[in-house]
């Protein structure tokens, strides 16, 4: 709602966030045409619509606890491509079991660190894929991440440029995960990353994306991803997120499922001083089943908010949702869970969990998970708890004679666990596992 | 709605038998500050008051009406509304033979005592169940025990210092929309005071005043218990209740200082509007208590079965240490009505707790939601909340939704929410059948096996009736 008075009163942050917009879009480069008039149609649109918006505030209900004020106050520059990113540092986090690898620096498809794939399932850039089928490409970009009422979902569209594609054709299985590698190495810049997914009828497909920082500076990263999978087809989805501690990471992930579909995510928020996760999962067709975990491991001063929106449309869907905020120092972890069952959507089942662990005095929760039904056979469940470690438990690992924070910290990894130990891909979970003692770990007093 | 239907709306004829006599004190329509000073004089106010009032009107003027509920009305016009009507007196029938049939039945269903039918059909009462002298016993009793029970205008001109000390405590002037308009304009309601270690002697209910007072549009309440003091009050009526103004924006404030426990009990059934959705009563209301003192504790029970569209959110502020609030609440919507409903739980003090449970039904085209939420202060440690929200969906067209907002600050306190959307299974129904009990009285089992958490925070008698209206309005939605 803005009101006459709230205008007034709030006439410099909106003018301000008004601006903001419109220098980000200052920058706006004629891109490179394409060989694909409707991709120079999309982002003409996508500009135009980003005009037209105003990016959010706190009085927005979506952001009421996300408070954007601090990248509103500096627009930064789209990132040229950096000079020799560092190869060693990039390459240390190459998973060892991917197949085909996709790494962009600072937005930019670097072709030197990528190992993509021509084959039978294609992984490469978008210049690739328009060369294979433009028409399919346009059946499915920006198709699924709506950028009508989304203003950064515009933004990143208008810079709709060098775009990771995923294809696997139908019945085939891809064996080993596909990691896609997003590195910022520059201060002060901001990137859009782009990911399309399209998992043919009965298809198998894992998917890794990863976003790391080589530097500890302020910047930003944008991104959008869209998954489209076919009938009988299965996607396994790990997200990492992992910016430096002062960037700001907004991003929309959207997965579009037909009949009988599978779909499973793991989406771990640790990096960034603000970020964002709208997580939709959009169910068109019968009979499909969904698993949505989420974990965010924060400290400091930092800001996770993620917002998921699980929408059955259709009878017989399964969605299962369980997201986990551990929060440390004075930090803040937001959730909004939303599913909705719409009319006809009978026999869906759905249950959700929001599981918050609060380290400190000072950390800060607002979860909301909830549910909207407009059908009446169906069995939907929501459950959400905020607490601190069980002082019961604590005592019990003392009394087996560990020390108070060998036990604290036992229990927490123990916390966490839960959603790293479903991620499918061996060496990036003994990664995380890793980043869950490195990040919550109280040190033993004089030591 | 344009303002003629509206219009319309509010000059229909009282309906079902009663007959509205035309009188003259009647203030212009519309809304200005000098429709607020025609309201504090004709009222013989104090300067304070009408201050009051013209405070949260100039507050009211710089607010929008909210959009956040999940509910859907035609806009309204304001200025269409006359805000001051001298006490209608109503025609008294002779006898039960005079009421209107339908409104009998009901009665009849709910198995309300005799008496109390007559009191509640505007019927002329009879020797024995004198209503004016049941209510001199009844005042007589609580003047005893020390307790002041009036309308909030006899406390402003009995007990000002009372109500100057509490009024707009709890519910600020400027809280929100409708709070600010009902404190600007607002014309009856109850004061309820009990002085510090008294329990009250009674369940203070509206029955023995109904027939003094009708229930007003804009109405408000404030109730402030002592040190120590209990106080349980009854709100509303099982008895349908037809009513001639369509928005109804009431507040209720309490306040319960050290040790103090306020139980405050809602049954609502409005005029909820035909079949197709058309006409009833908007009842938005803004319900907050204030645990001022220690160990002191507001507890609310609602059952809400009538209004087109419902919109209240009885809360609490747990503000000494110690304090408990508590929210009970059962929601019925059908055919075409609207319910946004839960509840507000702030914890500010240290070990405060509450519990939120909360049934909704909904069946015909009607949306139901539950918007509730639980917020931990920074020094609220060991607060402890515990909610549960069930959701009961009778036929496929209507909704069930579910707005639980967690806001914690603080790393002691342990929030648990739980929700569930269920139906009435066929197995169950099955099961009843075999045990040779028809489907619409194994459906009305079921509802009372659900909402039963509830129903056991509610007097007695109260309790008995409501059960059994929860079964009229869901009456031809089963099967």
């Known amino acids: ?447 | 709605m344009s303002s003629t239907a509206l219009q319309n709306l509010i000059e229909q004829p009282y309906k079902h038998g009663f007959v509205t006599e035309i009188e003259a004190d009647v203030a212009p329509k519309g809304l200005s500050e000098d429709t607020i000073r025609l309201i504090s004089r004709k009222k013989n106010e104090p300067e304070w008051l009408l201050e009051f009032r013209l405070k949260a009107f100039r507050h009211w003027l710089e607010m929008t009406e909210p959009a956040w509920p999940n509910v859907r009305y035609p806009k309204i016009d304001f200025q269409d509304i006359s805000y001051y009507s001298a006490p209608k007196p109503k025609k008294k029938l002779a006898s039960m033979d005079e009421v209107d049939p339908e409104l009998r039945r009901t009665f009849e269903k709910l198995g309300v005592p005799l008496h109390e039918q007559k009191a509640l059909a505007g019927v002329a009462v009879d020797v024995i169940f004198d209503s004016v002298s049941v209510t001199t016993t009844y005042k007589k009793r609580l003047a005893e025990a020390g307790v002041i029970f009036c309308s909030i205008s006899e406390a402003v001109r009995d007990h000002p210092e009372l109500v100057r000390k509490y009024l707009g405590t709890v519910v600020p002037q400027g809280d929100n929309y409708y709070a600010a308009l009902n404190s600007a304009v607002f014309t009856d309601g109850s004061f309820c005071f009990i002085p510090k270690g008294v329990r009250c002697p009674m369940e203070l209910s509206t029955y023995f005043r109904i027939n003094t007072q009708e229930s007003g549009q804009f109405e408000r309440t404030l109730i402030v218990a002592e040190e120590g003091a209990y106080v349980s009050y009854l709100e509303g009526c099982t008895a349908p209740q037809f009513d001639t103004n369509q928005l109804h924006a009431a507040v209720v404030e309490l306040v319960a200082l050290d040790d103090a426990e306020i139980k405050y009990s809602t049954v609502q059934n409005w005029y909820a509007g035909d079949k197709d959705g058309k006409g009833g009563i908007y009842n938005f209301v803004t319900k907050r208590g204030l645990c001022k003192g220690r160990s002191s504790k507001i507890s609310w029970t609602q059952v809400e079965t009538g209004s087109a569209i419902t919109w209240k959110y009885p809360s609490c502020v747990l503000l000494g240490d110690n304090s408990v609030g508590e929210f009970y609440s059962v929601a019925l919507t059908n055919h075409h009505q609207q319910a946004d409903t839960g509840t507000k739980m702030i914890h500010v003090g240290r070990n405060t707790r509450s519990r939120i449970i909360s049934k909704g039904i909904s069946a015909g085209q009607s949306n139901n939601s539950y918007r509730g939420l639980v917020k931990v202060g920074p020094k609220a440690a060991g607060a402890r909340n515990f909610s549960q929200c069930d959701s009961m969906l009778i036929g496929d067209a209507c909704g069930a939704h579910t707005f639980p907002y967690i806001q914690v600050q603080n790393d002691s306190a342990i929030v648990e929410h739980e929700a569930t959307t269920s139906k009435i299974g066929e197995d169950q129904l099955f099961y009843f059948a075999s045990r040779g009990i028809a489907t619409e009285e194994a459906v009305s089992m079921i509802i009372n096996g659900f909402v039963k958490e509830v129903f056991t925070q509610l007097p007695m008698e109260f309790a008995v009736e409501a059960t059994k209206l929860l079964g009229l309005k869901l009456e031809g939605s089963v099967g």
């Open chain 1, 1 to 447: 709602m803005k009101t006459e008075a709230g205008m007034k009163t709030e006439a410099g942050m909106k003018t301000e966030a008004k601006t903001y917009l419109a220098s980000l879009l200052a920058a706006h480069p004629a891109l490179p045409g394409g060989p694909a008039a409707w991709l120079a149609r999309l982002r003409a649109a996508a500009l135009e619509r980003a005009n037209a918006l105003t990016v959010p505030t706190t009085r927005d209900e979506d952001w009421r606890f996300t408070d954007l004020s601090p990248l509103y106050k500096t627009a930064y520059e789209r990132a040229a491509a950096p000079a020799a990113p560092d190869r060693a540092a990039i390459e240390q986090r190459f998973l060892p079991e991917a197949g085909g690898r996709l790494v962009f620096v600072d937005g930019h498809y670097s072709a030197e660190l990528s190992t993509p794939q021509e084959g039978d399932a294609y992984v490469g850039t978008l210049a690739g894929a328009l060369r294979r089928d433009s028409a399919q490409l346009e059946a499915h970009l920006a198709r699924h991440v709506d950028f009508e009422a989304d203003p950064f979902a515009a933004v990143n569209t208008a810079f709709l440029q060098d775009c990771a594609v995923v294809h696997v054709p139908g019945g085939r299985k891809v064996e080993r995960p596909v990691q896609l590698l997003f590195v910022a190495t520059q201060a002060e810049r901001v990137a859009y990353p782009r990911v399309l997914a399209i998992v043919e009828r009965g298809a198998e497909l894992t998917l890794v994306e990863d976003y790391l920082s080589l530097t500890d500076a302020a910047y930003f990263v944008n991104g959008v991803t869209e998954l489209a999978i076919a009938e009988n087809a299965s996607l396994a989805h790990v997200r990492v997120q992992r910016e430096s501690d002062k960037a700001f990471h907004i991003a929309s992930s959207v997965a579009s499922l037909a009949r009988d579909a599978r779909y499973a995510a793991q989406s771990v928020s640790i990096g960034a001083r603000i970020s964002r996760l709208n997580h939709g999962i959009r169910q068109g067709g019968e009979g499909t089943d969904c698993l949505v975990d989420g974990l965010a491991l924060i400290a400091g001063r930092q800001l996770a908010d993620t917002h998921s929106f699980i929408d059955h449309a259709h009878p017989h869907g399964r969605s299962r949702q369980l997201h986990k905020c551990v929060v440390d120092g004075a930090g803040h972890a937001v959730f909004n869970g939303r599913i909705l069952v719409r009319k006809g959507a009978q026999l869906t089942d759905s249950a959700q969990s929001s599981r918050n662990l609060l380290l400190t005095g000072r950390a800060h929760v607002d979860t909301k998970p909830q549910l909207e039904i407009l059908a009446d056979d169906v069995k939907c469940a929501h459950g959400a708890t905020v607490g601190q470690l069980d002082p019961e438990h604590v005592f019990y690992l003392r009394s087996r004679g560990l020390s108070e924070v060998a036990a604290r910290n036992l229990l927490t990894y123990a916390f966490a666990a839960e959603v790293v130990d479903r991620i499918p891909v061996a060496s990036l979970r003994g990664w995380l596992e890793a980043q869950v003692v490195e990040r919550t770990h109280a040190k033993e007093p004089g030591g």
